[in-house]
């Protein structure tokens, strides 16, 4: 079944409690997927540097993972301006400015990559919105923008790397939030793999996400790539994708899969369920909309 939820905030003045806003749409819905939360957060770009999070584990297959990623890091010319570990979390911020795609790949095969981007930063684990709030911190986050995902495991195992948020694998600050099936994965992974493509699961919102910076990255406008996405992607889906600068939704022309929305002077919030938009205004009632079957849109800060 599962739950999405994004929202913008519209000026920077007003986007304060973005980590805060998305644990509690996520909560809101925690009932469409009981097994793992995640989101995707974006703050304000630091030129120049990337911030990366990877999956370690702890204790000594964390020690591990953490030598093999600085030992990758220090062999493409990645200097190390910030490291921490989290949780099950190993983030560190680099100075880089060689081949992202290639790079990305390389560190891939160091350790799991949760995300890679000038602005975003994935936060996914195991439990509810607010066992991975207490793990991570998520509430404390500021910034202009993110995305959220409850997970009901249906085709893979519950571990914190099959949960979404999914990044765009070997682009920077693509990330999407899905709830559906893509039927014609596979003969879409293959083309993409044809054109020197790496996936790291066989989850089919990773698809989508490359799909989608593989597009943008021709030049091709983010409006345009959800358009195209209804007549290339078969199946049932909503979904929300997010970039540095930008949030879109798409959904298909059956429309299985539930999206309502709310907008207003200061932000715009998408939601599987009106429940997660009453989170962010207890106690009045909200004018919603649910978009029609078939359509996308998007909406820049």
Same mark, same amino acid.
């Given at each position: 079944?599962?739950?999405?939820?994004?929202?913008?905030?519209?000026?920077?003045?007003?986007?304060?409690?973005?980590?805060?806003?998305?644990?509690?749409?996520?909560?809101?819905?925690?009932?469409?997927?009981?097994?793992?939360?995640?989101?995707?957060? !974006?703050?304000?770009?630091?030129?120049?540097?990337?911030?990366?999070?990877?999956?370690?584990?702890? &204790?000594?297959?964390?020690?591990?993972?953490?030598?093999?990623?600085?030992?990758?890091?220090?062999?493409?010319?990645?200097?190390?301006?910030?490291?921490?570990?989290?949780?099950?979390?190993?983030?560190?911020?680099?100075?880089?400015?060689?081949?992202?795609?290639?790079?990305?790949?390389?560190?891939?095969?160091?350790?799991?990559?949760?995300?890679?981007?000038?602005?975003?930063?994935? *936060?996914?684990?195991?439990?509810?919105?607010?066992?991975?709030?207490?793990?991570?911190?998520?509430?404390?986050?500021?910034?202009?923008? &993110?995305?959220?995902?409850?997970?009901?495991?249906?085709?893979?195992?519950?571990?914190?790397?099959?949960?979404?948020?999914?990044?765009?694998?070997?682009?920077?600050?693509?990330?999407?939030?899905?709830?559906?099936?893509?039927?014609?994965?596979?003969?879409?992974?293959?083309?993409?793999?044809?054109?020197?493509?790496?996936?790291?699961?066989?989850?089919?919102?990773?698809?989508?996400?490359? !799909?989608?910076?593989?597009?943008?990255?021709?030049?091709?406008?983010?409006?345009?790539?959800?358009?195209?996405?209804?007549?290339?992607?078969?199946?049932?889906?909503?979904?929300?994708?997010?970039?540095?600068?930008?949030?879109? !939704?798409?959904?298909?022309?059956?429309?299985?899969?539930?999206?309502?929305?709310?907008?207003?002077?200061?932000?715009?919030? *998408?939601?599987?369920?009106?429940?997660?938009?009453?989170?962010?205004?207890?106690?009045?009632?909200?004018?919603?909309?649910?978009?029609?079957?078939?359509?996308?849109?998007?909406?820049?800060?």
């Amino acid at each position: 079944m599962c739950g999405i939820a994004g929202i913008m905030f519209k000026s920077e003045t007003t986007g304060l409690d973005t980590g805060r806003a998305l644990v509690e749409m996520m909560d809101g819905c925690q009932h469409r997927g009981p097994d793992s939360t995640g989101f995707a957060l !974006y703050a304000p770009a630091d030129e120049g540097t990337l911030r990366i999070r990877f999956f370690v584990g702890d &204790g000594d297959e964390a020690a591990a993972a953490i030598e093999r990623i600085n030992d990758v890091l220090s062999d493409h010319h990645a200097k190390v301006v910030s490291a921490e570990t989290v949780g099950i979390n190993y983030r560190v911020t680099v100075e880089f400015g060689g081949d992202l795609q290639r790079f990305a790949y390389a560190v891939e095969h160091a350790a799991r990559v949760v995300s890679i981007g000038t602005s975003l930063d994935i *936060v996914k684990d195991v439990g509810s919105a607010h066992d991975v709030n207490e793990r991570y911190d998520v509430s404390s986050f500021q910034g202009s923008h &993110g995305l959220g995902h409850v997970r009901l495991a249906t085709e893979s195992d519950v571990k914190p790397e099959a949960s979404h948020p999914f990044w765009a694998t070997g682009f920077a600050d693509v990330a999407i939030v899905h709830n559906g099936q893509i039927t014609n994965y596979w003969k879409m992974r293959r083309r993409l793999q044809q054109r020197g493509f790496e996936f790291t699961t066989d989850n089919d919102s990773e698809l989508i996400a490359v !799909y989608l910076a593989d597009k943008l990255s021709q030049g091709i406008s983010l409006k345009e790539c959800l358009r195209t996405s209804i007549d290339d992607l078969d199946g049932t889906f909503s979904f929300l994708v997010s970039t540095r600068n930008e949030i879109g !939704y798409a959904k298909d022309r059956i429309a299985a899969k539930p999206m309502i929305m709310y907008e207003n002077d200061d932000l715009i919030a *998408v939601a599987s369920e009106e429940v997660s938009l009453n989170r962010l205004f207890p106690g009045q009632a909200l004018d919603t909309r649910e978009p029609p079957p078939g359509t996308y849109d998007t909406w820049t800060q």
